[in-house]
Nanobody
Framework: QVQLVESGGGLVQAGGSLGLSCVVSGIKFGIVAMSWHRQAPGKQREMVARINSAGVTNYGDSVKGRFSIARDNAKSTVDLQMNSLKPEDTAVYYC??????????????WGQGTQVTVSS
């Protein structure tokens, strides 16, 4: 069973930094990309950072230059380092994994999320 568990969320002052981690289990091969998304109250979920199997990264416009994504295949984790945090970064952050093949009818898997709150 595929499982993604996020950790590292918390309260931080504007301008500060916070690191998130996602531990992935139940997937041994066929991962196309891993990514972080966020959803603030009353808003749509948005992609903030993505890294593919070749190590190529992509970032949402609102976080470019501030966030950095990295994966560790040996530890089965994908991390998100968030710097220069702003109050508008406040949201629940979710980890996502995409696979090249279907597992129980799908190729997208999500964690339960971790809350990040940035105070002004």
């Amino acid at each position: 069973q595929v499982q993604l568990v996020e950790s590292g969320g918390g309260l931080v002052q504007a301008g500060g930094s916070l690191g998130l981690s996602c531990v992935v289990s139940g997937i041994k091969f066929g991962i196309v990309a891993m990514s972080w998304h966020r959803q603030a109250p009353g808003k749509q979920r948005e992609m903030v950072a993505r890294i593919n199997s070749a190590g190529v990264t992509n970032y949402g416009d609102s976080v470019k230059g501030r966030f950095s994504i990295a994966r560790d295949n040996a530890k089965s984790t994908v991390d998100l380092q968030m710097n220069s945090l702003k109050p508008e970064d406040t949201a629940v952050y979710y980890c996502n994994v995409k696979t090249i093949f279907l597992i129980q009818g799908r190729n997208d898997f999500w964690g339960q999320g971790t809350q990040v709150t940035v105070s002004s």
